[in-house]
């Protein structure tokens, strides 16, 4: 089990009820087991940080970026939370909010095929 700041708890729990609408489209992707029946998490705790979507089977995170993920600060923190969940052995995929509402089919098949990968490991 990965573990994670408590204070974080209330906070993931504030991000499910309100999830942007990039966030709720690859939900509805992701949830109830959908891809290769694998439980998908969101908004999940994970050491310092909370992440978007968290399948515990596959190892994997995907993390739904929005225009303010483009700046420097931003992006220097995401490569910083990057670089912690691969130091625990995860594998981290980005798509931008944009992306995944113009090409959702695309980012589903990327999420499908790292996710069979992983799964063979």
Do not use: C
């Not at 596959?58 to 931003?74: A, I, K, W």
């Amino acid at each position: 089990m990965l573990r994670y700041r408590r204070n974080l708890k209330k906070l993931s729990q504030d991000l499910r009820t309100n999830m942007t609408e990039s966030e709720g489209a690859l939900w509805s992707r992701l949830a109830r087991k959908q891809l290769l029946g694998v439980q998908f998490y969101r908004q999940k705790p994970i050491g310092p940080y909370i992440v978007d979507f968290y399948s515990a089977k596959g190892r994997l995170v995907v993390e739904v970026d929005g225009s303010q993920h483009m700046e420097d600060e931003q992006a220097e923190r995401d490569w910083e939370r990057d670089v912690y969940l691969e130091s625990i052995g995860l594998v981290v995929l980005r798509f931008n909010s944009r992306e995944v509402l113009k090409e959702t089919d695309a980012v589903v098949e990327v999420i499908y095929r790292i996710l069979s990968e992983r799964l063979k490991e």
